[in-house]
């Protein structure tokens, strides 16, 4: 897609030295628990938050955060609200905050969560026919400041270029990506992440067979022949954590 067909995508992940980008574990399940809720990493989300049109998660990723959190700058780092407000809105002159959008497939979302009642943030919910059945089902119409769209004529599966062509036409310039691996694979394997951007965290987390735990892209796997290659922009360091950007290698 070119790029006055679509915003610029940049992903946003927390890694441990393994790879892991979520211990699955309830209550834990969070990026706060690799990250080992490290104040740069934070203030670093923060910032990509106060940036973006919109910020792009999966319905995992909406059901493992905590039912208080907003996709907002203030939200993970309220110790720069202020900053983050002037940044946006008189060096960026984006007004307001960031859209939130949720993309569903099955239309399977817990309503009660507070991003759907905040006040002053608009809710994008994108899915499919069923999706969208099994939400009206679920009282979505009452929500004032959301809306659904239907992107697919397919109960199973929504195209990150359907998705990204919607938003563009919807005003989004720059969509940051906070997954989960599932979508944000889907995302890498069309070939419409721009950069990304991966605090390493100092330490190991494992996995088994048993309790496998997700990597920054799930469902997705390449050759080594079509496997994409990035370029470094940055690399900066606070104690043991390095904070890593790159952009995507065309």
Known sequence: ????????VIGNFVSTLDGVVSYLVPGH???G????HNEADRFIMGLLRA?????IVGAATLHATAPDHLWTAASIY?????????Y????????????????TASGVLDLRHAIFRA????????????????LEESGVRSLTGTEVAVLSESDSTIAPSAMLRFLRERGVRLLLHEGGPTLFGQFVAAGLVDEFFLTLAPQLAGRSAERPRPAMIAEAEFSPDTAPWLNMVTV???????????????
Do not use: C, N, W
């Open 1 to 8: 897609m070119a790029f006055e067909e679509r915003p610029y």
């Open 29 to 31: 399940a969070g990026g």
């Open 33 to 36: 628990d690799i990250s080992g």
């Open 51 to 55: 940036s973006a049109d919109a910020v």
């Open 78 to 86: 309220p110790k720069a609200a202020e900053p983050y407000r002037v």
């Open 88 to 103: 946006r809105r008189e060096v960026l002159g984006k007004p307001g905050e960031p859209l939130t959008v949720i993309a």
């Open 119 to 134: 006040p002053g943030i608009a809710v994008q919910i994108v899915t499919t026919p069923k999706g969208r059945d099994r």
């Open 236 to 250: 900066k360091q606070s104690g043991s954590h390095l904070y890593l950007r790159y952009k995507r290698s065309d």
